[in-house]
């Protein structure tokens, strides 16, 4: 089945700063790359995705870019705010429209 | 835009007792509703995915007697922890696809 890799675990930045988070996919087959953000016992939101038939993918400061050949996709989030604090995960989509997790990013905006 | 409704937010429950989780799709009809469970600082892992009508599908290492999932119909799948234990304290949480994943509220289960 897919295996999602993410890095980092934790990043820090200052407020003003671009964050970058990267994920790994192992199934070619998988055609869906979703990324959430998670506050402390909510649900996990969806702040972006993209189709593996699309490079590139961007709304106001967020911004997805997939390269299916390397099987890599990665989140660039510009001009960090403190709002922006939380887990964020990355995702794809396998067989039967099951989802699998990448391990989280904690990410850290400081003031 | 679609909703799953997942109750309750919340439980309590002694060791040995059961609990039951419950999701409904509130403006679509759901064939399929995915579980997940995550332990605190950790991801989402896939549990199970239901199916309206038939056999739920357990991931590899899940105790299908242990989480008895039922979807008995298009609007309702319920997730049954039978004999909790501390170790099954975690965040249960459904998901359905419907033009996009929509997820309920989660429930955080403390077992004592």
């Known amino acids: 089945g897919e295996n999602v890799e993410q890095h980092p675990s934790t990043l820090s930045v200052q407020e003003g700063d671009s964050a970058v988070i990267k994920c790994t996919y192992s199934?070619?087959?998988?055609?869906?790359f979703p990324w959430y953000k998670q506050e402390l016992g909510k649900r996990p939101q969806l702040i972006i995705d993209?189709?593996?038939?699309?490079g590139e993918k961007k709304d106001q400061r967020i911004a997805v870019t997939l390269n299916k050949t390397a099987k890599h996709f990665s989140l660039h989030i510009t001009e960090t705010q403190p709002e922006d604090s939380a887990v964020y995960f990355c995702?794809?989509?396998?067989?039967?429209?099951?989802?699998?997790f990448g391990a989280g990013t904690i990410l850290r905006v400081k003031s | 835009g679609a909703v799953v409704s997942q109750h309750p937010s919340r439980v309590i429950c002694k060791s040995g007792t059961s609990v039951k989780i419950e999701c409904r799709s509130l403006?679509?009809?759901?064939?399929?509703m995915f579980w997940y469970r995550q332990f605190p600082k950790q991801s989402l892992m896939l549990m199970a995915t239901?199916?309206?009508?038939?056999?739920?599908?357990?991931e590899q290492g899940v105790e299908k007697d242990k989480f008895l999932i039922n979807h008995a119909s298009l609007t309702l799948s319920t997730l049954t922890v039978t004999s909790a234990h501390p170790e099954d304290s975690s965040f249960y949480i459904c998901?359905?696809?419907?033009?996009?994943?929509?997820f309920g509220s989660g429930t955080r289960l403390t077992v004592v």
């Open positions: 998901s359905a696809f419907y033009y996009g994943y929509t």
């Open positions: 199934d070619s087959a998988s055609n869906y």
């Open positions: 993209i189709r593996s038939n699309v």
């Open positions: 995702a794809a989509m396998e067989y039967g429209n099951k989802l699998v």
């Open positions: 403006d679509f009809q759901a064939t399929t």
């Open positions: 239901s199916n309206e009508g038939s056999k739920a599908t357990y």
